[in-house]
Nanobody, 121 residues
C-alpha cells in the first residue's frame, strides 16, 4: 500500500492550494483519512481528518474556516482545499490513512511522503 500526495507549491498570502492524496496497492478498505503538517522546528500536528462516511472532523483551530477536507472513496483519495493561506501555514503536509489490506489483514496507519507548502510574497 502506498499513499501519494501532490499539490503543494509556492503561493502568495491569501492564495489557495488543493492537496490530493491517493492510496494504491492492496487496499481493501480505508477508514479515517487525514492531513497533518510539520513546520521546521515544530512537531507534526493534525490539520484535519475525515471519516469513511465523509464527515469532516478534528480541524485545527488555526485552519477553521479556511481549509476544507473531502474524500472520494471510489478513487481512494483525500483532498485538502486550502484557502486564504497565511505564511504560518508553511510546512510539509502529510496525508495519513487507516487502511485494511486484502486478505484479512489488520488495519494499519499509512503515511504519504509529504508535500511542501510555502506561503510567501
Amino acid at each position: 500500500v502506498q499513499l501519494q500526495a501532490s499539490g503543494g507549491g509556492l503561493v502568495q498570502p491569501g492564495g489557495s492550494l488543493r492537496l490530493s492524496c491517493a492510496a494504491s496497492g492492496s487496499v481493501f478498505e480505508i477508514y479515517e483519512m487525514g492531513w497533518y503538517r510539520q513546520a521546521p522546528g515544530n512537531q507534526r500536528e493534525l490539520v484535519a481528518s475525515i471519516t469513511r462516511g465523509g464527515s469532516p472532523t478534528n480541524f485545527a483551530d488555526s485552519v477553521k474556516g479556511r481549509f476544507t477536507i473531502s474524500r472520494d472513496n471510489a478513487k481512494n483519495t483525500v483532498y485538502l482545499q486550502m484557502n486564504n493561506l497565511k505564511p504560518e501555514d508553511t510546512a510539509v503536509y502529510y496525508c495519513k490513512a487507516d487502511i485494511r489490506r486484502w486478505g484479512g489483514q489488520p488495519t494499519y496507519a499509512y503515511w504519504g511522503q509529504g508535500t511542501q507548502v510555502t506561503v510567501s510574497s
